[in-house]
């Protein structure tokens, strides 16, 4: 991959507009360039309208009701061009990322105020991870609209061709009784009424009496068309013809992989050692098509080849530890608590791999995460330590850490500091001080940062900035406001991911996608001389681990 570019655009079914390529105003003139061949200036015209909406009403939403509303930020704007290819909700890059349609963004399909909403609307089920909910908390929206905003909407709602198009246009339907409710700050109400209110948890809404059948009813209908928009697009790969899971079985049976295949609970149903007993996968696979037997056999192949490139690389394979017994057992692969061998799950929660194909960017994330979990085997064994020249200065970096943490929380405004403190008092109690006890949060976790650094050595660029991708993001939902210090040590050593990428700046990158800015620098809970020293620290310890090549044979490591 000689730039980003050909990353942005490497499925035909879905190509992204990154968060690097992003601002207010839509996206920077670089990515219209790459974007030109592939849609009309129209397009891009109408993306960067809808995107500079989008940004000004949730700015004005979050300065009015930041209770129920989030202020705007860069997200990556996966945009799908062939919607029978990618499942409807999909989050390609997870919880950084939004799935829209082309067709949301085309001047004779569309309009801003239907773009608008889009962003808006996947915005907030990205932070529920839930469909109807996120309709139904965005409600209050529509109390800010004019009437011929909301023409301009329903209008689009009828041309668009989006899978759940019937969810917007049940949505339509609805608007006019929408605009009879209230929310406390809004649009509260200006008489008291005798009739009563229902408020909407967390949403800040008031729904009269008279008026919540009709909320129910919208919320069914758009359950009911999200329902369709997945299982028509399962129906579409669903089992055409011959089943293919005796050919399946046949190739595991003459390959080999050295892969485990796990089903419910975490059973095995398919074991290299024992290639010929097919009976339980092939009870497991059940009549499967010919989409999702391609899907299994290319998921496993990758989980195979890197793993056996990681595997020949080792000096001495058989010094790799045994797993940790906490070792988590599912995911896109995990390391076999027992067996020391990879395992893919073919009823993984939530990944269809029965019945659907490889979503965008899955296998990626598939073969990084299958390395990741050899690297932590490696790093467990002592492969990845700290360089021998920079051990006093790793002892060092740590005191300095604490330190910093420790000034952090010292210097916090007093409304912060009474909020944190039974956590701040804990934490001292924990660790001596509190900045001790935080600065053991990237510590921690360095094993990971570790595994990262070996797997560099195997992953294509593709597959490592997918990872990386995939690992930074927001915390708001992660931490209550109490530990909003344990949030921010989270932070500084997550963004160390950022140093393994591709992405030009890092911290451009990081502040305009997870409400950094809003969150710690705003209010001053960290000044951007502290977040540059604490970024610095936690970098300058990163740098002290190195991998130690005795432990590896890099003449055997061949792409």
């Not at 011929?148 to 709602?157: H, K, P, R």
């Not at 209230?182 to 809404?205: D, F, M, R, W």
């Not at 395992?343 to 993984?348: C, H, I, K, P, V």
């Not at 409400?515 to 540059?532: C, D, G, M, N, S």
Request: aromatic share 10%; net charge neutral; charged share 25%.
């Amino acid at each position: 991959m000689a730039n980003l570019a050909d990353f942005y655009f490497t499925h035909d079914e879905l190509f992204v507009i990154p968060i690097e390529h992003l601002s207010p105003r839509g996206v920077s003139a670089a990515f219209r360039t790459l974007l030109l061949p592939r849609v009309s200036a129209g397009w891009v015209d109408m993306f960067n309208d809808v995107f500079a909406t989008y940004w000004a009403r949730a700015s004005e939403l979050a300065a009015r009701a930041p209770g129920n509303w989030t202020p705007p930020r860069l997200q990556h704007v996966c945009v799908v061009t062939d919607p029978t290819r990618v499942r409807p909700y999909f989050q390609p890059f997870n919880r950084c990322s939004w799935l829209l349609y082309v067709s949301d963004f085309d001047p004779a399909l569309s309009h801003r105020e239907f773009g608008a909403y889009q962003l808006l609307h996947v915005e907030r089920m990205g932070l529920l991870q839930e469909v109807t909910q996120a309709v139904v908390r965005n409600l209050s929206y529509w109390l800010t609209r004019s009437d011929d905003e909301i023409a301009q909407f329903s209008a689009a709602c009828a041309r668009t061709p989006r899978p759940d198009a019937a969810a917007f246009r049940a949505l339509a339907d609805a608007l006019p009784w929408i605009r009879r409710l209230h929310h406390a700050s809004l649009k509260p109400p200006v008489l008291i009424s005798l009739e009563p209110t229902t408020a909407i948890p967390q949403s800040g809404l008031l729904v009269p009496r008279s008026l919540q059948p009709r909320l129910e009813t919208l919320k069914r209908r758009w359950t009911a068309a999200a329902t369709r928009a997945v299982d028509s697009f399962r129906t579409a790969h669903a089992r055409r013809g011959r089943d293919r899971a005796g050919e399946l079985c046949r190739w595991l049976r003459d390959a080999q992989p050295r892969v485990l295949l796990t089903t419910d609970g975490g059973r095995i149903v398919w074991d290299p050692d024992e290639p010929d007993q097919i009976a339980a996968v092939r009870a497991a696979l059940g009549g499967i098509g010919e989409s999702a037997a391609h899907r299994i056999r290319d998921d496993v192949t990758i989980i195979d080849e890197r793993s056996r490139r990681f595997l020949t690389s080792l000096a001495e394979p058989d010094a790799l530890p045994a797993p940790h017994r906490d070792t988590a057992q599912g995911g896109l692969s995990y390391l076999h608590v027992d067996r020391k061998l990879i395992a893919y799950n073919l009823r993984e929660p939530a990944m269809d791999r029965l019945h659907a194909p490889t979503p965008p960017y899955e296998r990626f994330m598939l073969a990084a995460r299958t390395i990741h979990e050899w690297g932590h085997l490696a790093a467990d064994a002592g492969w990845i330590p700290v360089r021998d020249d920079r051990r006093a200065a790793h002892v060092e970096l740590r005191v300095q850490l604490a330190v910093l943490f420790d000034e952090v929380v010292r210097d916090a405004p007093p409304a912060v500091r009474s909020l944190t403190g039974n956590e701040i008092i804990r934490l001292t109690a924990e660790a001596g001080s509190a900045g001790a006890a935080l600065a053991q949060i990237p510590l921690n976790r360095m094993p990971d940062y570790q595994a990262n650094l070996l797997a560099r050595r195997y992953l294509t660029a593709a597959e490592l900035e997918t990872y990386i991708r995939n690992n930074v993001y927001s915390l708001t939902l992660e931490y209550p406001a109490a530990k909003l210090f344990q949030r921010l040590a989270r932070y500084a050593y997550e963004y160390q991911y950022l140093r393994l990428s591709q992405i030009a700046d890092p911290r451009a990158y990081f502040l305009g996608s997870t409400w950094f800015a809003e969150e710690y620098l705003e209010p001053r809970i960290v000044t951007e001389a502290q977040l540059t020293r604490l970024l610095d620290v936690v970098g300058s310890l990163c740098d002290c681990y190195t991998v130690d090549e005795t432990k590896f044979d890099r003449a055997r490591l061949v792409r």
